[in-house]
């Protein structure tokens, strides 16, 4: 999962928070110095991870993408993934979109100064630039993709990858509909961040 579907499934508050989305940034390399209640975001994080990568509907749904992406399919899921979450929203939550990304950017932005560097950068940009924003559209993913894939260190197919997203928008939003309640179970059942 991307990462308001992270943020999604953390607690609300800082820690959990900063937890939940440490994971794409080193994770357990900087824990050991951390409280626990960061420590347990992380391992969210994990499990969240874990389920979705492991899901035969994830797995399934990797066909959708062209044989020159399918070797970055998962992060082209993922970054859909949140665009769904965002499509569907009122499904899943009560409180307004627009409330729950200003409230999870303050949480983030609390915890700032004990984040590694590359994430303050991240997190920066994310909260000063609302990315999740961005994700509501077609477009807007597509720009996230193509810029994931500026930063793959090696030549790489990536780029257009909202191109495959389009041509089976319908399926993967199936696939999104059906799995996420799963992984929101899963995440419930496991309680990690009791």
């Known amino acids: 999962m991307n990462y308001l579907a992270h943020l999604y499934l953390a607690q609300p508050t800082a820690d959990s928070h900063f937890g939940n989305l440490l994971g794409d940034f080193g994770g357990r390399r900087y824990s050991a110095q951390l409280p626990n209640t960061v420590k347990n975001g992380l391992e969210n994080h994990y499990l969240v991870d874990r389920f979705t990568d492991s899901h035969p509907l994830v797995k399934e749904a990797k066909q959708y993408f062209s044989p020159a992406r399918k070797r970055f399919a998962s992060v082209a899921i993922d970054v859909a993934f949140d665009h769904f979450l965002i499509q569907h929203w009122q499904r899943f939550n009560d409180q307004p979109l627009a409330e729950f990304k200003q409230h999870s950017y303050g949480l983030l932005n609390a915890r700032q100064a004990m984040m590694p560097s590359r994430m303050q950068q991240v997190v920066t940009s994310m909260t000063n630039n609302d990315w999740f924003k961005e994700y509501e559209t077609l477009d807007g993913i597509g720009l996230a993709l193509d810029n994931i894939a500026k930063r ?43």
Do not use: C, S
């Open 152 to 194: 793959i260190r090696f030549a790489n197919n990536f780029a257009g990858a909202a191109e495959d997203i389009a041509r089976h928008y319908q399926q993967l939003d199936a696939v999104f509909l059906t799995f996420f309640p799963e992984l929101v179970e899963h995440v419930k059942q496991m309680g990690v961040e009791k």
